[in-house]
Every structure is written in C-alpha cells, then in structure tokens.
C-alpha cells in the first residue's frame, strides 16, 4: 500500500457552478471555500502531512475586477475568523507564489504564516498569484546568480516548493484535464486525477475514494 504524505488540488469549477445553482459565480467562490473546510478536516483524519492548494493563479488576474476583489475579501475574511483554529489544531500555512495583493491581505498572510510557523499536523501551502514556470524561470536566475552546479538538487532549493516533499496525488476538479500552470516540475511523477465534478459538488466521499486508489496503484517511477 503506497504511503501518503503531500495532496494538491486544482479547485475548479467554483464560477460554473455558482451561475448554474445561484446565477453569481461568486456564489460559487463562497461554496467553494465551505468545501476547503471539509477537505482540510479529512486530510487531517488520514494523516496527511501536506495539502497544497492552487487558489489563484497567475492568469486569474486576467478575470473581472470585481471577482478578483471579491476573491480578496473570501480570502481576507477566512483568514480574520478561521486562523486561531487553524492554529489550535497545529496547522501550518505557508503561501506559495508572488505576494503581490492588497496591503491588508498582505499582513494577513504573512501574519497568518508567523503565527502558524511552528505547527507540524498538517502544512497547508496556498498557492496564491502562482504560475509555475515564472517559478521555473526564477530557479534557473537563482542558479545563475548564485554560479550553483546545475543539477536536479540545486535546482529545487530555489523552487517556491523548497523542502516540501513533491505530491503524491494531483485532484483537479471541474471535468478539465489540464495542469493550468501548476507545479510542473514537482507533479513529474504525481499520480493524477481529473474529477468531473465542480469543486462545490466534491465531498468527503469523493476524497477518499481517491485516496483508496492511489494507495492501491503500482507505482513504478520508471521501473518494472
């Protein structure tokens, strides 16, 4: 049975469904979150040490302005009410990507990231104005730079993903069988699977039907 220690999912769906069941994709964005919640408790239950997250790209910023602030305010007040029991329960947060968003949601990150710092039962990376090849592309500038040996090694000591072990499970949401820019060089041996449900429908059920499977897949990493 293959151990697990690093989940990622790519939330998708969260617009479509909010115009199908509510006509506001923001309606969608709120679901959404309600769904995290329940994903990150049963994460928990199955002693996964490592939930990454893509919840907003680097292309996302192409969207509506009035989406992309209210994607802010979400962010901003899950962070104000939900981090001391984050806290509580030893969960660590760590941002993934370019912290390039309004002043207030800024603090709130990098408050959010001191205050958890220490905690070890689970480390939930937020992939935030993420893109993975400008990642790539700043990883081989910090080589450069620094005149390191090119190798796999040294190349990953510059990635945003630095000592975070590469996922074991990729889940993408929304019947879209696509990578969207997102951890490329860490998902070279991930196993992958594209949901069709949008992120708001995805259960706990779900999840960990997922989770029985990739624990009984043979694994080979280029081996027989």
Do not use: C
Not at 164 to 169: A, G, M, S, T, Y
Request: glycine residues 4%.
């Amino acid at each position: 049975m293959n151990p697990l220690n690093h989940v990622a999912i790519i939330m998708d769906g969260n617009g479509r469904w909010g115009i199908k069941h509510k006509k506001s994709r923001n309606a969608g964005h709120k679901a959404g979150l309600k769904v995290v919640e329940k994903i990150i408790k049963e994460t928990i239950k199955n002693k996964i040490k490592y939930l990454t997250l893509y919840a907003f790209s680097t292309e996302n910023w192409k969207r509506p302005k009035k989406e992309v602030n209210y994607l802010f305010s979400l962010l901003e007040n899950f962070l104000i009410n939900k981090i001391e029991a984050l806290h509580k329960q030893k969960i660590k947060l760590k941002i993934i990507g370019f912290k390039k968003f309004p002043k207030k949601l800024n603090n709130l990150l990098i408050q959010s990231e001191k205050k958890t710092f220490q905690n070890k039962q689970l480390q939930i990376n937020l992939a935030l104005n993420y893109g993975s090849k400008t990642e790539i592309i700043n990883a081989i500038k910090g080589i450069y730079k620094n005149k390191n040996k090119i190798n796999e090694e040294n190349f990953k000591k510059y990635l945003l993903t630095k000592n975070i072990p590469d996922p074991d499970i990729l889940i993408r949401t929304g019947d879209t069988n696509r990578l969207s820019n997102f951890l490329l060089w860490q998902l070279a041996y991930s196993e992958i699977f594209f949901v069709k449900k949008l992120w708001p429908a995805f259960n706990e059920k779900d999840y960990n039907k997922i989770i029985k499977k990739y624990k009984n897949i043979k694994r080979n990493f280029g081996s027989i």
